[in-house]
Nanobody, 112 residues
Framework: QEQPVESGGGLVQAGGSLRLTCAASGSIFRFNGVNWYRQAPGKQRELVAAISRGGSTTYADSVKGRFTISRDSAKNTAYLQMNTLKPEDTAVYSC??????WGQGTQVTVSS
């Protein structure tokens, strides 16, 4: 299956914002939900946010009210808008579309 491509990470100060992008071809994107994960150094990968084919969303408690997941089916793209970032949000963020392989991920670093 196609590997999604993540982008949009970077270095930001605490309280700042970033928008991550997950892109893939239409065939895999159209029929699957999208999940965003993150993995910090020395920690297990955790599910951050998910959006179903129909647009229903779920969030980890640690990001509720700060992160917003969305998808644009016309562009075969999903997004993770991250606001009020905290140093503990520092991690490599990856997306999966259905049962797709893991992408390269994108590094998010939040300085205090």
């Amino acid at each position: 299956q196609e590997q999604p491509v993540e982008s949009g990470g970077g270095l930001v100060q605490a309280g700042g914002s970033l928008r991550l992008t997950c892109a893939a071809s239409g065939s895999i994107f159209r029929f699957n939900g999208v999940n965003w994960y993150r993995q910090a150094p020395g920690k297990q990968r955790e599910l951050v946010a998910a959006i179903s084919r129909g647009g229903s969303t779920t969030y980890a408690d640690s990001v509720k009210g700060r992160f917003t997941i969305s998808r644009d089916s016309a562009k075969n793209t999903a997004y993770l808008q991250m606001n009020t970032l905290k140093p503990e949000d520092t991690a490599v963020y990856s997306c999966k579309i259905g049962m797709s392989p893991w992408g390269q991920g994108t590094q998010v670093t939040v300085s205090s």
